[in-house]
């Protein structure tokens, strides 16, 4: 009988994030793909864009990492400012950029965007990036502690997904944490522009 049939089990969290933000991802990481971060101002505005986007996001993480995973999140934050001092870049106007999204389980999905991007930076670590033959050593690209957070975070929510509310604030906070970067990386590139105006 029909009613005997069991009931689909739900996706875990990290299937649906995963599902949920892979268009958004692949954007994101087109643009800041174009970025030449063999060259002095790709790797300063690749910097910008992560300080504009980490100065909303990364408290939650921070919380999320300390309370549900045990963890101590590094000052994101503050590496890529003394980055941006040792590059010589003046103080950055985080603009309108603002995380909007506070439902259940925001906080998980905001952690799985920024925990993710971290992990991507071994990527560009191993290819290596302007400034290494200037003495200029990036805090934020070097720091090491983002495989630690993915693998504390992943069977976190492999083992979630049953509760449709903390599904759909992770999936809708997921999805702003990615406009957020993505809002960061144009504002990026307004900085570029008022510094050239400002230059003549």
């Not at 905001?110 to 200029?136: K, N």
């Not at 976190?156 to 509310?165: F, I, K, T, V």
């Amino acid at each position: 009988m029909l009613l005997d049939a069991p009931l689909p089990h739900a996706p875990d969290l990290l299937s649906v994030l995963r599902e949920a933000t892979a268009p958004s991802h692949a954007r994101l990481d087109d643009a800041f793909g174009a970025l030449a971060l063999n060259q002095r101002d790709g790797i300063a505005r690749f910097l910008r864009a992560h300080a504009i986007g980490m100065a909303q996001l990364y408290p939650p993480v921070r919380d999320f990492m300390r309370r549900e995973l045990g963890l101590i999140c590094p000052d994101y934050p503050a590496m890529l400012r003394a980055d941006l001092d040792a590059l010589g870049e003046p103080e950055l106007d985080a603009g309108d950029v603002s995380l909007k999204q506070d439902e259940t389980g925001a906080a998980a999905g905001i952690s799985y965007v920024v925990t993710g991007s971290r992990l991507g930076l071994t990527v560009i670590r191993q290819r290596g990036y302007w400034g290494e033959a200037e003495g200029f050593r990036s805090a934020y690209m070097e720091d090491g502690a983002e495989r630690a957070g993915w693998k504390a975070l992943v069977p976190w929510l492999r083992a979630r997904g049953d509760d449709p509310s903390e599904r759909d604030g992770a999936r809708a906070a997921a999805l702003e944490s990615f406009d957020i970067f993505a809002r960061a990386f144009a504002a990026s590139a307004a900085d570029d522009i008022a510094r050239q105006d400002a230059h003549g």
